[in-house]
T-cell receptor
Framework: GAVVSQHPSWVICKSGTSVKIECRSLDFQATTMFWYRQFPKQSLMLMATSNEGSKATYEQGVEKDKFLINHASLTLSTLTVTSAHPEDSSFYIC????????????FGPGTRLTVT | TQLLEQSPQFLSIQEGENLTVYCNSSSVFSSLQWYRQEPGEGPVLLVTVVTGGEVKKLKRLTFQFGDARKDSSLHITAAQTGDTGLYLCAGASGSARQLTFGSGTQLTVLP
């Protein structure tokens, strides 16, 4: 149980284009999902908290107009990187938690974004 | 701002050796999780500890939550090459849904 998937697992795009990454909770419903960015051999950096049916909450320094988050259902959140630039190249990971009990998060396998 | 400091940041050991990774904070956490992450993959949950002083064992891995719930440790006995990876601790506190992540420990076990 508690499986989270991400799609695509990797994507290469040209500078100036937009890329959408999907995060799905496969066997549970998630009112809250989280989006992280990770650089090589470093810890996770929280970008935003995605709330089902309402606006996402962005961390300080994260541009909400550049990283669009939509959480339209209890099993799907999407992150769209708009007008991507090479500096947006990174490993993006989403997570979701089960309601109740310890605040454990289950992570997706990540998406490697390369902007050329 | 809550901080979780992990040490060491990098650790390279020979197969068969023992090691301990520490996760420390000045804040109290209601629960603390340990994750392991391999390159190109998402973190995988290893354990959750919720009670001060709690000790949990997962095969060769022993996890301990400090009595005051401010710190935790992960001890690996007789490390194997398959233990190589990035180990992350993460704490939950208050009503916030977010987790506070430690800085990570990159473990390399050499054959």
């Amino acid at each position: 149980g508690a499986v989270v998937s991400q799609h695509p697992s990797w994507v290469i795009c040209k500078s100036g284009t937009s890329v959408k990454i999907e995060c799905r909770s496969l066997d549970f419903q998630a009112t809250t999902m989280f989006w992280y960015r990770q650089f090589p051999k470093q810890s996770l950096m929280l970008m935003a908290t995605s709330n089902e049916g309402s606006k996402a909450t962005y961390e300080q320094g994260v541009e909400k107009d550049k990283f669009l988050i939509n959480h339209a259902s209890l099993t799907l959140s999407t992150l769209t990187v708009t007008s991507a630039h090479p500096e947006d190249s990174s490993f993006y990971i989403c997570s979701a938690g089960l309601a109740g009990g310890p605040r454990v998060q289950y992570f997706g396998p990540g998406t490697r974004l390369t902007v050329t | 701002t809550q901080l979780l400091e992990q040490s060491p940041q990098f650790l390279s050991i020979q197969e068969g050796e023992n090691l301990t990774v520490y996760c420390n904070s000045s804040s109290v956490f209601s629960s603390l999780q340990w994750y392991r992450q391999e390159p190109g993959e998402g973190p995988v949950l290893l354990v959750t500890v919720v009670t001060g002083g709690e000790v949990k064992k997962l095969k060769r891995l022993t996890f301990q939550f400090g009595d005051a719930r401010k710190d935790s440790s992960l001890h690996i006995t007789a490390a194997q090459t398959g233990d190589t990876g990035l180990y992350l601790c993460a704490g939950a506190s208050g009503s916030a849904r977010q987790l506070t992540f430690g800085s990570g420990t990159q473990l390399t076990v050499l054959p």
